[in-house]
């Protein structure tokens, strides 16, 4: 699914009002009604409804949710917020609807006095700005916002399209915003939705299709995405019948240390578990028996280090190093000096993609240098502490996402950070989110299986965009199926590890 800008937005309605044919308000109707519908299958007629509404079409839609909620027997007042002078013509011809069939419902506001006392367990819709907010929210307006976030704590917040007072596509922190509980947005992600700083505005987001024309959604261009089913559909690969494990290539794993054994023994297993070939792994002396007993499936080396390796070079010739397909590489390694030095002589004598993880990116954030020397077309999967150590520091989610970017476009690799909406950005300026995943994977070693994934998927052939693409979205739905059958808190990354089988026969 592509993600739009305001301005997309808006150019989606216009084509969409021109080429269905349909009228603006027919339109607003039908985006509406879809929130209606969702008031409709979440909450009962039992609580009364108050539709906070702005003079926009934003608030013209919050019009249009009172008058279908009356008509299916709730209590829903319109309370509108007269910050301008000038209402849009369609809140105007909606608030005119209103007032002829239900005129006890409309209720208007023109200061923060006269904010209406609400009974216990209202429903909140807040309809005051959506896309059209064009500057922070100042004035009177500002204590709305107070105080509808001071009822937060006690009343349900449903925002319509955005929360009010975030922009679409640019920082809002410090900004006066609308905190929500839910979010309904229409057809398509807003930027502003996937990042983390708006978390506590946005609460569970919901995308409902309003119809929009698919010929401006199919033909427009997009810079930013959210991956979904249909796409990973496309990127899957099934197996050939005559298919042999060097179909499925070699993958060289070099992760553990002592008392990181665990994080390997992880990364091993969920390579393993997604498709790889043949898997090596190479663990310092202390891991020997640990990889062994814990990964019979993959062979093991060990360096000549009792605690850490420091040789992982050395088995890299160049005749050696084609009969791995890629290296994952960081998963518990550390960062002892040896380590980093070994770690810059594999990148001299590696030049086929490989994924970077962990103690390696710390070791990149160590020594810089070593960034350019990481064969293009690599995946780096740093979370925001690591991308932080490496890149640097930023002063909103807005700022780092055009840093990730940049990067990816500078060293041409793969840069995943991750997060609830795990950003990928790809060396030709896009960027992919994805969507699946849940707080049940804050856990860790978590990100040593998406290391095996990535590593897996590289081995059996999918080009680098594919891979990263399949293997987030492959491992957030692995999470999402563990948390499914065992809960979010009880689930474990081995539990995502056992996942992985059924979440490949969901593709
Ligand atoms: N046919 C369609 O197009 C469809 C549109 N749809 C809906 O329309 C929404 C977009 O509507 P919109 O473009 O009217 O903008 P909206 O978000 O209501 O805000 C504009 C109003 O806010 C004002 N204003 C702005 N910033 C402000 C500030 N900081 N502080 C104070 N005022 C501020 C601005 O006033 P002005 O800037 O002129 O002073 C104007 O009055 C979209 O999110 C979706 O919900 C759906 O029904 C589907 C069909
Ligand atoms: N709230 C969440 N929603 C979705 N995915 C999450 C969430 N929290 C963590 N994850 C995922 O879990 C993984 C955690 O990785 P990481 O922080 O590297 O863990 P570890 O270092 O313990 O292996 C990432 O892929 C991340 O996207
Ligand atoms: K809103």
């Known amino acids: 699914m592509k993600i739009f800008s305001a301005a997309q937005i808006r150019e989606a ?19 509406a009604g879809a929130c209606a519908q969702w008031l409709y299958g979440h909450f009962d007629a039992s609580r009364p409804c108050y539709i906070f509404c702005g003079m926009g079409n934003n608030g013209g839609d919050g019009l249009v949710i009172a008058r279908l909620l009356q008509d299916k027997g709730y209590q829903a007042t319109a309370c509108v917020l007269h910050h301008s002078s000038k209402a849009s013509a369609d809140h105007q011809a909606n608030r005119e609807a209103l007032e002829r069939q239900y005129p006890q419902s409309l209720y208007d506001i023109h200061a923060v006095t006269d904010f209406p006392e609400l009974p216990a367990g209202s429903i909140i819709v807040d309809a005051i700005f959506g896309t059209g907010l064009s500057r922070p929210i100042e004035g009177w307006m500002t204590g709305i916002v107070h105080k509808l976030n001071d009822l937060q704590a006690r009343h349900t917040v449903i925002a319509i399209d955005l929360p009010s007072g975030l922009l679409a ?81 070699h993958a060289l794993l070099v992760a553990g240390s002592y008392g990181k054994m665990g994080a390997a023994v992880l990364s091993a297993q969920a390579c393993l578990h997604a498709g790889v070939g043949l898997l090596t792994c190479h663990v ?82 160590a020594y810089p240098f070593l960034l350019s020397r990481i064969p293009p077309g690599s995946l780096l999967t740093p979370h925001p502490k690591e991308f932080e150590r490496i890149f640097g520091s930023t002063r909103n989610d807005f700022e780092r996402l055009e840093r990730l970017s940049q990067q990816a476009t500078q060293l041409q690799l793969y840069i995943l950070l991750k997060g609830r909406y795990t950003a990928i950005a790809c060396p030709d300026g896009a960027v992919y989110f994805n969507a699946t995943g849940n707080p049940g994977m804050a856990t860790g ?9 990535l590593t897996a998927l590289l081995a059996q052939g999918y080009a680098p965009k594919a891979a990263v ?20 808190e009880a689930m474990t990354a081995e539990t995502i590890i056992d996942c992985l089988g059924p979440a490949f026969l969901q593709l």
Not at 23 to 29: A, F, G, K, P, T
Not at 445 to 453: A, F, K, N, P
């Open 445 to 453: 070693g978590s990100g040593d299986v998406l290391t095996g994934i």
């Open 284 to 365: 310092p002396q202390c891991g020997y028996l640990v990889m062994q007993i814990s990964a019979p499936c993959a062979m093991c080396i060990t360096d000549p280090q009792e605690a850490y390796s420091a040789h992982f070079h050395e088995g890299l010739s160049p005749a050696e190093a084609v009969k791995y397909k890629t290296i994952g590489i960081g998963p518990g390694l550390g960062t002892a000096t040896a380590t980093a030095k070994a770690l810059e002589l594999l990148l001299e004598q590696y030049q086929q993609p490989v994924v970077i993880d962990a103690d390696a990116l710390n070791i990149m954030a």
């Open 13 to 31: 309605d216009a084509y969409t009002i021109r080429h269905e044919p349909i009228s603006s308000l027919q339109l607003m109707e039908r985006a």
């Open 169 to 249: 596509d640019a920082s809002s922190v410090l900004m006066p915003v609308v905190h929500a509980h839910h979010t309904l947005s229409f057809e398509v992600y807003k930027l502003a939705l996937l990042m983390p700083e708006n978390a506590a505005r946005t609460g569970q987001v919901y995308i409902l299709s309003i119809g929009l024309h698919p010929a401006y959604l199919t033909q427009t261009p997009a810079r930013f995405h959210v991956t979904d089913a249909a796409m990973m559909r496309t990127i899957y690969q099934p197996r050939q019948p005559f298919a042999h494990k060097g179909t499925f290539g």
């Open 469 to 488: 693409l399949l293997g987030a979205y492959l491992h957030g739905l692995a999470g999402d199926i563990a948390a499914a059958r065992l809960s979010q």
